[in-house]
């Protein structure tokens, strides 16, 4: 079975004004379905940059990236939103949901944008039930606390059925507590349906749920190990 | 519609800023209020001109021979003028189809002399389509079998210095070109309220000019319409029935310089629309480009979760559907009840100008200026809003569109 991810020299170059600022300089890296893996390193590192490659929100300047079977720089605007919609999902730092959207709107209209038609509250009620928030489907994100609403970003990441989620610092803005139990979830969700989970962090205690580790520094893969695993999870 | 999250998004946006978005709406439907006002005033003054027109005498339409139109001469009959007035009498749309036939002529008192354009009528029809024969200030108008009279001007009876009973001595040239001359007796004088179309007045029984001229009967047919608006409708189902000699000529083409007047106004009323619709636009798409400019990260946030352009326009029009139907009902509540006082009180130019009456190019003008009021008003109110608002949010929808999910994510990063 092909890897749901092979990066081969990926290299990302921003330009800014005259100047080159490389972002990533010669990627390598496969990753296979079911994996649940850290990207980890210091700011600047370059793991931002390789999540948005992998979740084809932009492409590489030189080398090859194949996310799903799909060759990233080969795909137009349009076909990179099209995998984003229907294989792909995303949680940011900052939860980013719709303010205006309640929660069970949130993950209900990424269903809607895939086109599932009378099924798709009942699909998002069931999602939010398994993030623990179905008493709070009705609230907008200003009602809920940090770790609720990364809760439903989770929901909403996972709603379209994807085959990988990209969490980009998914636990930067919340608490111990809360962390914990955001990577617990997110384990829950690898396990129990396959899902494969990859996520950029800096913090100890979510890298010690990884299974798999990769460390960047200054745009390049500097170590490669297994994790420690300690969410209980068989991997 | 209720049941889609894009249409709630849409909705939600625009309470988000409910402040802004009221201004907005205001601001659309103050625009096109005046814009309704102007356009109300500019189709009022058109009825208003048009119905002058055929008060005056030149009614919605006249029966022309058609070698009258390029020289207007007086010389030319109509054929079988009377068959004609008999099939425009009977038809109801018609409220008055007066003959006439005219002739250029001298009139002369004692040492007075004056030269007009006396006009030839039926004395039961004329009162009833002409306004300005109506006021007669001495003796009385023309009346059926009348012979050897005339109804004159008060302004040409001051120049020749007569009064009700004294003859006239009446030169014309007839239909040979020899001289011939009548007395006729002055059996009324008119007063119109202007002392420039009382200059003009002279007017006989349609068999006097026959007896002057040698030339028997109309020269012309005036119809005046129950209903104004039926001047296409009606004119051109007349036009169609008459024989290739003789023509139909509408107010407009009968007065060209009161339509040019019109028309003028018509254009500078546009300019005026243009003008402030060019406003709205401007407002509308400078605070539909700061709210997307604002919103730019949660744009990035959908295209990322992979929303594709086109629905992204969709939600963007959807907003602006709103604002402009919202914009639209404040026009209509600005604007409606404008412009329904002044079509039904109207603007009394008379008293503005301190005029009597109004007079130009032989008409007389209803001094009380009203607009037009109706059910245009609404859909021409939506219109304008709504269309404003969607071309004034292209801009802003195609910079959303362009958001780059990477770069908009990465900003406030």
Redesign the interface.
């Known amino acids: 079975m092909p890897p749901l991810v092979e990066a081969r020299s990926v290299t990302k170059v921003y330009h800014t004004g005259n100047v080159d600022a490389p972002a990533l300089r010669g990627i390598d890296l496969k990753v296979e379905s079911g994996e649940f893996m850290a990207i980890v390193g210091p700011s600047g590192s370059g793991k931002?940059t390789l999540l948005?490659m992998i979740?084809a929100?932009?492409v590489p300047t030189g080398g090859s990236l194949t996310v799903l079977g799909e060759e990233i720089g080969g795909l137009s605007k349009?076909a990179r939103?099209?995998?984003?919609?229907?294989k792909?999902g995303?949680v940011?730092?900052?939860y980013?949901l719709?303010?205006?959207?309640t929660a069970l709107?949130n993950v209900?209209?990424?269903l809607?944008?895939q086109g599932v038609g009378g099924e798709r509250r009942r699909r998002a009620r069931e999602i939010l039930a398994q993030v623990g928030l179905e008493d709070f489907a009705d609230r907008r994100p200003n009602a809920l606390s940090g770790g609720q609403q990364q809760r439903v970003a989770v929901a909403?990441a996972v709603a379209s059925r994807p085959r990988l989620v990209l969490a980009d610092e998914p636990t930067a803005n919340l608490d111990g507590e809360n962390a914990e139990m955001l990577m617990h979830l997110m384990r829950n969700l690898n396990s129990d349906h396959g899902i494969t989970f990859i996520f950029s962090t800096h913090d100890s205690r979510v890298i010690a749920h990884a299974q798999r580790i990769v460390r960047l520094e200054d745009g390049l893969v500097v170590e490669r190990k297994i994790g420690e695993d300690k969410s209980g999870h068989e991997a | 519609m209720s049941h889609?999250?894009?249409a709630?998004?849409a909705l939600?946006?625009l309470?988000?800023h409910s402040r802004r978005t009221m201004l907005s709406i205001f601001g659309i439907g103050l625009g096109c209020a005046i814009c309704l006002f102007v356009i109300g005033w500019v189709r009022g003054e058109r009825r208003m001109m048009m119905n002058a027109a055929a008060a005056s005498g030149s009614g919605h339409f006249s029966i022309v021979p058609e070698g009258w139109i390029p020289i207007r001469t007086n010389d030319f009959r109509i054929d079988g003028w009377e068959g004609i007035l008999a099939r425009l009498r009977a038809e109801p749309r018609v409220r008055v189809a007066t003959p006439r036939a005219r002739v250029d002529a001298l009139l002369a008192f004692g040492t007075q002399v004056a030269a007009i354009e006396m006009v030839g009528v039926d004395p039961r029809a004329e009162p009833l389509g002409n306004r300005l024969v109506r006021r007669v200030v001495a003796g009385r108008y023309l009346k059926a079998g009348d012979e050897e009279v005339t109804v004159i001007g008060e302004a040409v009876a001051d120049r020749l210095r007569v009064e009700v009973g004294d003859p006239l001595m009446v030169t014309v040239s007839d239909h040979e070109g020899e001289m011939r001359s009548a007395m006729l007796r002055i059996e009324g004088i008119v007063a119109t309220g202007s002392r420039e179309l009382d200059a003009t007045i002279c007017h006989v029984a349609l068999a006097q000019v026959a007896r002057l001229t040698g030339r028997a009967g109309a020269g012309e047919i005036a119809v005046t319409l129950v209903d104004a608006r039926e001047v296409e409708g009606f004119g051109g189902e007349v036009a169609a029935a008459l024989p290739e000699e003789i023509s139909l000529l509408t107010w407009d083409e009968l007065r060209p310089e009161l339509s040019a007047g019109v028309e003028v106004d018509e254009i500078w009323a546009r300019l005026v629309v243009i003008i402030i619709m060019t406003v709205v636009f401007l407002g509308i798409a400078s605070a539909q480009l700061a709210a997307v400019l604002e919103r730019r990260?949660?744009f990035g946030?959908?295209?990322?979760?992979?929303?594709?352009?086109h629905?992204l326009l969709r939600v963007m029009s959807a907003e602006a559907l709103l604002l402009g139907s919202a914009g639209g009902l404040v026009a209509l509540l600005l604007g409606v009840p404008a412009t329904w006082y002044v079509a039904t009180f109207g603007v009394d130019f008379g008293k503005l100008l301190k005029m009597d009456s109004i007079a130009m190019s032989n008409i007389l003008i209803d001094p009380i200026f009203h607009s037009d009021f109706g059910w245009w008003l609404v859909p021409l109110a939506f219109f304008l809003a709504v269309a404003a608002t969607l071309l004034s949010s292209l801009y802003p929808a195609w910079y959303a569109i362009r958001t780059d999910?990477?770069t908009a994510?990465?900003v406030?990063?």
């Open positions: 931002t948005n979740g929100l932009d349009r939103a099209e995998l984003r919609l229907h792909l995303f940011f730092q900052a980013n719709v303010p205006v959207l709107e209900e209209f990424v809607e944008l909403r | 889609s999250i894009a709630r998004y939600r946006s309470r988000r990260r949660e946030v959908l295209s990322a979760l992979g929303m594709p352009g629905r999910p990477a994510l990465r406030d990063h």
